[in-house]
Structures are given as C-alpha cells and as structure tokens.
C-alpha cells in the first residue's frame, strides 16, 4: 500500500507498466541491434569493392 501511495505508476512495474530506464534500455538495444546490421553490411561492401579493385 506504501508503495502504490507514494508513486502510483510504479507500484506495479512488469505489469503493464515499465519504467523509464527500461524503455530506454530496450530502445538502446534496438539501436545496438541496428547500428551492428549496417556495421556488417559496411564491412561487406567494403571487402567487395576492396576484391574488385585488385
């Protein structure tokens, strides 16, 4: 009860409701997740066009 008074929003957390640092971990980690995707595709294009110079 002490917890649901003092900050309804956060009372419940994993029942709905997330808190701010786990929004924002979850959308740090999907920008990990994209930034290592082109990452890759760089370095394969890097690596083709390094192939097809020589």
Request: aromatic letters at 8%; hydrophobic letters at 35%.
């Amino acid at each position: 009860m002490k917890e649901f008074g003092s900050d309804p929003r956060q009372a419940f957390p994993g029942h709905g409701q997330q808190k701010p640092e786990q929004l924002e971990i979850e959308r740090l980690r999907r920008e990990v997740t994209k930034l290592k995707a082109e990452r890759d595709i760089l370095k394969k294009a890097a690596a083709y066009f390094a192939k097809e110079s020589i």
